[in-house]
């Protein structure tokens, strides 16, 4: 068996396997489309639950704004606490912030956060990459990646993303500075894009400059969907808070812009200073914070919308887009005042979706799940299916389909895409020759519909 199936193992062999979880006491159940959800509590207790990220390991990965990063085993609700970071400063709304995982974890455990801290009596915020050992259960080696950025105990951000180009996107607030969010050379009310090793890329949109997008007041959620697109929440002041397509070098108007576009000088800021307007906006505000895409048979209604969790609102919203995915369809509230805050989403890849509450006592990670959905592992919620073969596969694997023109993407357990293909014809190559050996899942659609299976590479 390969390296990287050997780590996955023995990560899994730490806690039980997905399948031997009890279900836990229904809390509430509510209807998406004529599937019936159940939320239940995984794990209670916690402090201000800031981020959950699926680990590659198939344990959730956690921050607690008070500076705590856990792992949290998926079949028991156990919480294995890695690190109390020793210099954050959770002050008001600041703490430890974002966290992400490095794509390639099984060699390289790097572990990416953000969190506040206080230097020479000031508020600042800092990116840091940590070490995970599986064997001492704890992260080390804090290496700082970028720091000193302005910070106030309000509009600090930060959610990170890491794209397949192995670059790593990291969302700040303007830290009530407000004209730092158009000015380029600040750090503050931006989305930043750093290599891995904290240095600027070569492709950025200004030479030298970290900037990727500008004019931001306090981005909270970013995603990223398999075809590539970028979206962002963002809280507005006491009206507009935003939904964003994230478009390269693309200004996104703060503080001169609320909003839309729709007043005199707004409407000549954004002609002259590259503006992209927000998909849906909500006055009054609700407080927008993760943002997740959902694309699993387990929950079809919910199937190529974006989630989002709200903290004011104290709800969750399903969020359709078009085709084009530049426009937002429809707002669609669920769990309404059952939970209180809500910050953190995750959604992993068999179809559970993971809400982070920010209560400040008791928090606890909620579940929802489609307890009826048995996956095959041959076919989706519809009778649409194809043979895949050999499998598991080497270099090469065969996909035969019902119907020609179908689109294969296949993805790692992450939700990465890793590779895609138009199939011509009703049978497609694919060619594995530059994947990493390991468990990944193929999704086929067509007009007939989609499918997806589990795809093991050796």
């Given at each position: 068996?390969?390296f ?29 489309g ?9 794990t209670?207790?916690?402090s ?6 699926w ?26 606490l890695?690190?109390?970071v ?10 430890l ?14 572990v ?24 001492a259960?704890s ?10 950025i ?22 700040t607030g303007?830290a ?22 904290g ?9 030298g ?40 070098g ?7 812009v ?23 906006i ?15 048979p ?36 669920f ?17 559970k ?25 041959t ?24 119907k020609a ?5 296949l ?10 293909l ?6 497609a190559t ?9 468990t ?11 499918a ?7």
């Amino acid at each position: 068996m390969k390296f990287l199936r050997n780590a996955i193992l023995a990560f899994w062999a730490i806690g039980l396997p997905l399948s031997a979880r009890a279900q836990a006491p229904a809390l509430t159940t509510f209807l998406v489309g004529t599937t019936t959800v159940t939320a239940s509590a995984l794990t209670t207790g916690r402090s201000h639950i800031w981020e959950l990220v699926w680990g590659p390991d198939n344990f959730l990965w956690m921050t607690e704004r008070g500076g705590r990063i856990s792992r949290v085993d998926p079949a028991t609700g156990q919480v294995q606490l890695l690190l109390t970071v020793p210099d954050v400063t959770p002050t008001g709304e600041s703490g430890l912030l974002g966290m992400v995982l490095h794509p390639d974890f099984a060699t390289m455990p790097y572990v990416y956060a953000v969190y506040n801290y206080t230097a020479a009596g000031d508020l600042k915020e800092k990116l840091v990459r940590f070490t995970y050992s599986a064997a001492a259960n704890s992260l080390t080696a804090p290496q700082v990646l970028l720091g000193n950025i302005e910070a106030t105990t309000t509009h600090s951000g930060s959610r990170l993303l890491i794209l397949p180009d192995r670059t790593l996107l990291m969302t700040t607030g303007d830290a009530q500075l407000q004209p730092e969010a158009q000015n380029r050379a600040s750090l503050n009310g931006k989305i930043l894009r750093l290599n891995l090793d904290g240095t600027v890329p070569a492709d950025n949109p200004t030479p030298g400059s970290l900037v990727f997008t500008l004019g931001h007041r306090n981005p909270q959620g970013l995603v990223r969907l398999p075809d590539g697109r970028l979206y962002s929440s963002e809280h507005g002041p006491s009206s507009d808070d935003e939904i964003n397509k994230i478009e390269v070098g693309r200004n996104y108007g703060w503080p001169n812009v609320h909003g839309n576009c729709n007043s005199a000088s707004e409407l000549t800021f954004c002609a002259a200073n590259n503006v992209r307007e927000p998909l849906t906006i909500w006055t009054p505000t609700i407080a927008p914070a993760g943002l997740a895409y959902y694309d699993h048979p387990a929950i079809p209604g919910w199937r190529g919308n974006l989630l989002l969790a709200t903290l004011k609102h104290q709800r969750l919203v399903q969020l359709p887009l078009n085709p084009a995915g530049d426009a937002i369809t429809a707002r669609i509230e669920f769990l309404t005042n059952e939970f209180g805050r809500l910050r953190a989403i995750c959604v992993a890849p068999n179809g559970k979706v993971y809400l982070g509450t920010s209560n400040g006592f008791n928090d606890r990670i909620i579940i929802l799940e489609n307890r009826a959905y048995v996956a095959t592992g041959t076919r989706a919620a519809s009778d649409f299916s194809f043979d895949l073969f050999p499998n598991p596969s080497r270099r090469q694997a065969t996909v035969q389909l019902p119907k020609a023109n179908a689109l294969l993407t296949l993805r790692d357990l992450v939700g990465r895409t890793v590779l895609t293909l138009r199939a011509a014809g009703t049978t497609a190559t694919l060619d594995l020759s530059n994947l990493r050996p390991g468990t990944y899942l193929l999704q086929a659609q067509t007009a007939a519909g989609s499918a997806t299976r589990q795809m093991v590479v050796e």
